[in-house]
């Protein structure tokens, strides 16, 4: 089971930008799907976004599609999500996850459910301030 660290959340004004990082180990990245979710005080955890070994294809919620990427970089074994045009409302822990489910129908039916992923990080705090 591949083990994550989430790194590079911060405290920055609505509108800037910023990259979070899941380094991976104890397993090659590109063998996963891998999400980012959020979670906000009071708030249940989110899906932001999610890539798959599957062609590569990358999901977003409708909230961040525009303004939020993530990407692979198999050299390094890390995922990033980079933010742009940050709001008030981006404010949570983010967590990346990776699951080690290799059914593709299983996969993108739920990649957006929590459920899917058995890995996890222990979160990397966002806050962005109006």
């Known amino acids: 089971q591949v083990q994550l660290g989430e790194s590079g959340g911060g405290l920055v004004q609505a509108g800037d930008s910023l990259r979070v990082s899941c380094a991976a180990s104890g397993g090659s990245i590109d063998n996963y799907a891998v999400a980012w979710f959020r979670q906000a005080p009071g708030k249940e955890r989110e899906f932001v976004s999610a890539?798959?070994?599957?062609?590569?294809?990358?999901y977003y919620a409708d909230s961040v599609k525009g303004r939020f990427t993530i990407s692979i970089d198999n050299a390094k074994n890390t995922v990033y999500l980079q933010m742009n045009s940050l709001k008030p409302e981006d404010t949570a822990v983010y967590y990346c996850?990776?699951?080690?489910?290799?059914?593709?129908?299983?996969?993108?039916?739920?990649?957006?459910?929590?459920?899917?992923?058995?890995?996890w990080g222990q979160g990397t705090q966002v806050t962005v301030s109006s």
């Open positions: 996850a990776a699951s080690s489910t290799k059914a593709p129908a299983v996969v993108v039916n739920n990649i957006r459910k929590s459920g899917l992923y058995d890995s």
């Open positions: 890539i798959s070994w599957i062609g590569g294809t990358t």
